[in-house]
């Protein structure tokens, strides 16, 4: 989506779309070179439901990329840790690169910039999610900056520049597990809406080949990892018909792959019908077989249609292997004109995971932090509360899974990994009953991750609490989630987040971090919970 629109986030596409239809999952904690490696089918159902972090990494103000430049705050540890306790699993995160680019041959880019997307990468990643990661703006003519046009006359420099981009981007994240995923671009064609040009299209097949080639070189996980390519704009009809698509080999993967299955996902788009999704005005606010005015609905884009559309997906790529991946959809707020609008928005976004999911594929709402009027936003990222929960709830239900029944209120406090313990008001009760402690270590080469479960084994709530724990000689933890923890090495204090702090007897929370090591990847000791020592 054009990031470019601040609030929708997606006019500049109405007429082309009219035309045309992380570190560790819930049931395992692969580390960043584990041997589990899950097939397509596999990887869908584990991805779950997503949500974009739209206009904020690939927002820009006159071609610099700056993550507050299109009035959404600074992202924050918090704002992550209510998405994931809402019940969503993959996070996609749009990032644009433009001015933070140097000069040829390195084309070299910011070294802020990129420890910066890292940072918002391990919010996420940290905290057990999918993460997919893109260049988003950098290849529409309608941003300041952008260079990644496919019908520019001089692919030669173009193609060099990407190359070196993602060759730093890949490089960066090589030892990040297959919760993290890439995707070569976003919503790339020539900027005229209609039937694909040449040799328009074969320079965006091109740029995937090139995409899939410098990431797998670059060795570690990424000789393995799932990798994101789209078609034509990422519209499903241009994708899946013969307009000029087609997949790049990938031959240079890890031999650690079997032969019959694939690496790579197609990545689409989904905003159809756009006069309901879209369109900024109160006149189509009515969607699928629920609507009840037959002048608020569309005259197309319904169930049908877009049960239709999406079984082109599986008849094309699923069933030869490749799982596709719906990284953008959604529906604009449309109450101002219809105070039903909302009803009809969580219909459509239930429908599309629910029919996405019966083809073989995965989904991510945009979510570009808009509330009000033509706003996508489920949340508030300045105090990061809830703002659309029937939206979120119709999304989790889709994926088959449970929506929270008691999401945190409270927002969750920003922090950044093993940052000093927050204070607590000396009135706050914190019972003292007995602990008992699970660990769940998972190592490799010279990193572990451990996932600590922390039962309540008294006979009173616990209602605030910290843990404190002695790392093996040689372990720094890296990253954390569920827990604040410092320091890094020796004797640390985990401290609970706003989400778990109470712990009625015989109830359980599970805490984690990412460390490193000089060989020694055992399990902490010594674990005492409010200063009782834990069995």
Known sequence: MSSKVRRAGLALFAATLALAGAAYGVTRAPAANAAVQLTGPQLVADMGAGWNLGNQLEANANGIPSETAWGNPVITQGLIDRVKASGFKTIRIPV?????????????????????????????????????????????????????ICDASDQTTI????????????TKFASYNDHLIFESMNEEFDGQYGNPTQPCYSNIVAYNQIFVDTVRKTGGTNASRWLLVP?????????????????????????????????????VHYYDPWDFNGQEDGNI???????????????????????????????????????????????????SADPANNTYRANFAKALVATAKKYGGATAYWDNGYNGQYGFG???????????QGIINAIITAVGSTPPSSPPVSPS?????????????????????????????????TGLTNNITITNTGTTAINAWNLVFTLPAGQAITGGWSAT??????????TNVS????????????????????????????????????S
């Open 96 to 148: 644009s690169y433009l001015g933070k680019i140097g000069a040829a041959p390195n084309y070299t880019v910011d070294s802020a910039w990129l420890t910066r997307i890292q940072e918002v990468v391990n919010y996420a990643y940290n905290s057990g999610l999918y993460v997919l990661i893109n260049m988003h703006g950098d290849g529409y003519k309608s941003v300041g900056g952008s260079w990644l």
């Open 159 to 170: 193609k060099a520049k990407y190359q070196k981009v993602w060759q730093q981007v890949a």
């Open 231 to 267: 078609g034509w704009n990422t519209n499903i009809e241009y994708t899946t018909g013969s307009y000029g698509f087609s997949l790049p080999t990938d031959t240079n993967r890890s031999s650690s792959i079997p032969s019959g299955e694939q690496r790579i996902m197609i990545s």
């Open 285 to 335: 606010t009515q969607w699928g077989a629920a609507a009840t005015n037959p002048a608020k609905k569309s005259t197309w884009g319904q169930e049908d249609y877009m049960d239709s559309t999406l079984k082109k997906m599986y008849d094309t790529f699923v069933t030869k292997g490749y799982p596709f991946f719906v990284g953008e959809y959604g529906s604009v707020d449309k109450t």
């Open 378 to 388: 489920l949340f508030n990222r300045s105090n990061n509360t809830v703002t659309q």
């Open 413 to 445: 406090p920003s922090r950044t990994s093993a940052s000093p313990s927050p204070s607590r008001s000396a009135s706050s009760p914190a019972g003292t009953g007995a602990c008992k402690i699970v660990n769940a270590v998972s190592a490799w080469n």
């Open 485 to 494: 923890y410092s320091p890094a090495s020796g004797t640390v204090t985990a």
């Open 499 to 534: 989400y778990n702090g109470t712990l009625a007897p015989g109830a359980s929370t599970t805490i984690g971090y990412q460390a490193t090591h000089t060989g020694n990847a055992g399990a902490p000791t010594g674990f005492k919970l409010n200063g009782s020592t834990c």
